[in-house]
């Protein structure tokens, strides 16, 4: 059966749930905000028809799965996304269809964002959210993170990923383009290891760990700053 697109009683629906979700996050999200979520997953299941995006197509698993498992960063920090310097800079290595970067961006809309994806067809999806949703101040480079070249000249001061290996290889990589006092974040599910995290040495490691809204389902964010 084919995916029914939301009508605009369902989206009155989804918006409630939406800021309920992302209220329990420790976040209040604007109504500008919330349209940007809704056209985001609007776009999520036009574009998932024609390229593998993501699993998931049902507009609250995608609240809660994707959306707030992204913004999780804010409140790990325990910062104020509505206060942040418009110099703040966000790099997303393998952003893939756009998480957590994007909405990290939709909370933060101040932050400067690089999503690096080096798969076309998904880079090409992304150029296409950014646009929709009015996003200022982003980009999208079609690399991986060992060929990517044109940081910002003062570093980020975020290199967050989400769903990827190889940490110590990511780390090793992402260190040149941190900004003085940056923080490499790492997104892992409740099935993930932390014993590569043990090992390193050059990092102060915190391990936050909190609940999605929706499902309960326990994640946690690796947030290592360098000593």
Known sequence: MAHRMPTPQSHGRLDAALIDAIGRMGLNPTPAQCGQFLSYIDLLQQWGKK???????????????????SIALWPALGLDPSAFRNT??????????GFPGLPLKIMAPQIALTLLE????RAAFLQVVIAELGCTESRVVTSRLADFSGAPEA?????????VGHFDQL????????APGGCVV??????QSMAEFHQISDFTVTDYRYNLPMSAVEHRLILLRRK
Not at 55 to 63: S, T, V, W, Y
Not at 118 to 121: E, L, S, T
């Open 118 to 121: 080096p798969r076309q067809k």
């Open 171 to 178: 780390i090793d990589q992402a260190v040149g383009f941190l």
């Open 51 to 69: 390229i593998n995006l993501t699993a998931i197509d049902d507009p609250l698993e995608i609240i809660d799965r994707h959306f707030c498992d």
């Open 155 to 163: 570093g980020y001061d975020w290199i967050v990923t989400r769903g």
């Open 186 to 191: 790492f997104y892992l599910s409740e099935r």
């Open 88 to 97: 703040m800079a966000l790099l997303d290595v393998g952003s893939g269809a």
